[in-house]
């Protein structure tokens, strides 16, 4: 293959279907530290659903148990690390990290331990969940640019890349125009002066790390019953860090924080194209230094933003209640 194979096409697509799993993430994370929470533990989160979805949805051959029960386990985490966080007042950084290595560990043991193949779960087969083909893209589909747009770009998605895009405008409108959206920007912002008012930080706080949980549950179900079909060690590849970089780029708002869920999306796809590709001048490129391009990038992102970003003033401060 040659550089001048590479499809554009090919990479819009796999950028619209790269982006669900940070895009949730993301929108988690959001909720988390826009209430004073570090959420460091979204890998530990995502990987404890997407072998949870993988090996419910294998056992009952039913894609939504799977998803069902990875929002479970993904919510008892969220749970165990706002006890941790909230109630004793512990490190969030090293909370959510003992999440991360813990869960790392464990979906892997267990994955042995009951399939006994190498530490993942088998082919889900039937019990994906595929594509929905939108009304009328067979008849669209050979006009010129814009069959291509309906059928492909926009339409023959799983159901979760739809909730995933249309989850941006909700979040949007929950944070800055809804009553739950200012006491939570009020707990992440002056948690006493929110506590004066008759807010209960801690309630807050708990309810955005079940959100949290939530929503991190759909980046883990995507991954196994959407993108792969079942679950493998590790599979998240560092995609909670990734979203958690995508946070820090958008500023912690949520329609920039889609933003650069679309931009890691992007170059993760191109990842994928160029793999294999001939290139101008530098020829073919080994594919250990190609599956380092999005995380070469988020380096580059954090040390040109980190400066700019203005996070939530109380972010990672344990709340105490003044007597």
Request: proline share 4%; aromatic share 10%; with cysteine.
């Amino acid at each position: 293959m040659t550089f001048d194979d590479l499809h554009i096409g090919s990479i819009l697509v796999s950028t619209v279907r790269n982006a669900p799993v940070l895009i949730f993430a993301g929108m988690a994370g959001l909720f988390a530290e826009r209430s004073g929470v570090i959420d460091i533990g979204l890998e530990g989160k995502i990987l404890a659903s997407a072998f949870v979805s993988a090996a419910v949805a294998f056992t009952t051959q039913n894609p939504w148990y799977g998803i069902l029960a990875g929002m479970l386990v993904s919510v008892l985490l969220a749970t165990l690390q706002g006890y941790v966080a909230i109630s004793q007042k512990g490190n969030q950084l090293v909370a959510g990290i003992a999440i991360n290595i813990a869960m790392s560990g464990l979906t892997f043991v267990v994955a042995q331990y009951l399939f006994q193949q190498g530490g993942r779960t088998p082919d889900l087969g039937s019990a994906r969940l595929f594509d929905v083909v939108l009304p009328g893209s067979a008849a669209v589909e050979g006009i010129p640019f814009i069959g291509w747009v309906y059928a492909h770009l926009i339409g023959g998605h799983s159901v979760l890349v739809y909730l995933a895009f249309a989850l941006v405008p909700i979040v949007h409108w929950v944070v800055y125009h809804s009553r739950f959206g200012l006491r939570l920007r009020a707990c992440g912002e002056n948690p006493h002066a929110a506590d004066a008012a008759g807010i209960s930080v801690e309630r807050q706080r708990y309810m955005a790390m079940l959100i949290a949980g939530v929503l991190c549950s759909f980046s883990g179900a995507y991954l196994a019953i959407v993108q792969s079909g079942f679950f493998l060690r590790d599979m998240s590849a560092g995609a909670g860090y990734l979203a958690l970089t995508a946070m820090v780029f958008g500023n912690w708002r949520p329609v920039y924080t889609f933003l650069g869920c679309l931009m890691f999306g992007f170059f993760g796809a191109v990842q994928i194209q160029i793999e294999g590709v001939d290139l101008p001048v530098v020829g073919r490129l080994p594919g250990s230094l190609i599956q380092m391009v999005p995380y070469v990038v988020t380096v580059i992102v954090l040390a040109g933003l980190m400066a700019k970003s203005v996070a939530p003033k109380a972010l990672g401060t344990p709340f105490v209640k003044s007597r």
